[in-house]
């Protein structure tokens, strides 16, 4: 990180400081100072979103983003703020840019790992996985998806990229029954993990009641993922499914399906609730004026078990191997380049 960056962390290091002193106080300032770091062409549609949100004090957004004070542990909630906002986004933005300029490629917000094993028993090592982070680092991605059949199967080694990459955030998409005590205290020391915990319609499951229950207890930020198709789409189709998880403490949800936009119920309730309710919802793919588009290989892309990634995990092209190629090399290879040069909208299995 050069100079120049170095001093914009600190700047907004000293904001998040004088921030968490008042929140209340000095919310409305938050942008004045992201202004002041950050080129006024750079995450525009975020920063124009977010200065709507703290200037509504009676917001459904502004009782979200207020409850990261009451809910979140305090050192937890400080590296969020640096890792999410300063390096996945502020700075992160203005290195991935000239990555691009100089590359000629999309450099992806986020980059998702399947930390589980293909049919042959296969899978990338500590010393891969960690690898890769530092190249995506290189060019400017400090945001990694957690993903596979169950990435916690592997936990002792998500705790271990997380200590090893404290300046990354991370998010596991798991279904919850590792998370015990000790993972929970592990959580909380290394402070960049956030649980995506996989709920049905049926959010009675008891199954949940312990895991959200600890999250509560230790001050983790945590949320949900949803699948549904035909067959349950109605269960995640009710107000009471999305009051429960905001009472569970849940921050953000997150849904996928296969239903076209027409025939698909939740994703209209899903922006409507998004409009009056303390939560974060997004529907994967369908949600494309906030994502401006199809966010394939431009703000995301996949790493399968087998270590070949490709621009998104619901394409049939066979993706690039990284245990051959350099990451930079994969981002410029043609099932890349598609999506630098013409930039299409999403063409996957939802629309």
């Not at 490629?105 to 990338?124: H, K, Q, R, Y």
Request: charged share 30%.
């Amino acid at each position: 990180m050069n100079v120049g960056s170095e001093l914009k962390k600190l700047g907004l290091k000293a904001a998040y400081n004088y921030l968490d002193r008042d929140p209340e106080t000095n919310m409305p300032k938050l942008m004045e100072w992201v202004d002041k770091f950050v080129k006024e062409d750079v995450l525009t549609l975020q920063r124009e979103v977010f200065r709507k949100i703290i200037a509504e004090k009676n917001s459904n957004w502004y009782q979200l983003l207020a409850s990261l004070w009451q809910d979140i542990d305090g050192d937890v909630r400080k590296t969020l703020f640096e890792n999410l906002v300063i390096n996945a986004n502020a700075l992160a933005a203005l290195q991935a840019r000239e990555s691009e300029e100089k590359y000629h490629c999309n450099i992806p917000w986020a980059v998702a790992f399947d930390l589980g094993e293909t049919e042959e028993g296969a899978s990338l090592s500590f010393d891969q996985l960690d690898n890769i982070m530092e190249q995506a680092k290189e060019l400017g991605t400090f945001m990694f998806l957690l993903t596979g059949r169950e990435p916690l199967e592997r936990k002792e080694e998500v705790i271990a990229l997380c200590n090893k990459h404290t300046d990354c955030q991370f998010m596991a998409f798991t279904d919850g029954l590792a998370i015990d005590e000790d993972f929970a205290d592990q959580a909380l020391r290394v402070k960049n993990f956030i649980g995506a915990i996989h709920v049905t319609g049926r959010t009675e499951d008891l199954r949940l009641d312990s895991i959200f229950a600890l999250l509560k207890a230790k001050k983790l930020p945590y949320g949900v993922y949803c699948t549904y198709d035909k067959s349950d789409a109605e269960d995640f189709a009710q107000e009471s499914f999305f009051d429960d998880i905001i009472s569970r403490g849940a921050k953000f949800c997150w849904f996928f399906s296969s239903l076209k936009r027409e025939e698909d119920r939740v994703y209209a309730l899903t922006k409507m609730y998004r409009e009056s309710k303390p939560l974060l919802t997004i529907n994967f793919c369908k949600d494309t004026v906030m994502t401006g588009g199809c966010i394939a290989g431009r703000y995301y892309c996949s790493l399968s078990a087998d270590g070949r990634i490709k621009p998104c995990s619901f394409l049939s092209c066979p993706g690039v191997d990284l245990k051959e190629q350099s990451l930079l090399s994969a981002y410029q290879a043609d099932c890349f380049m598609e999506y630098y040069k013409r930039k299409p909208t999403c063409r996957g299995v939802f629309e």
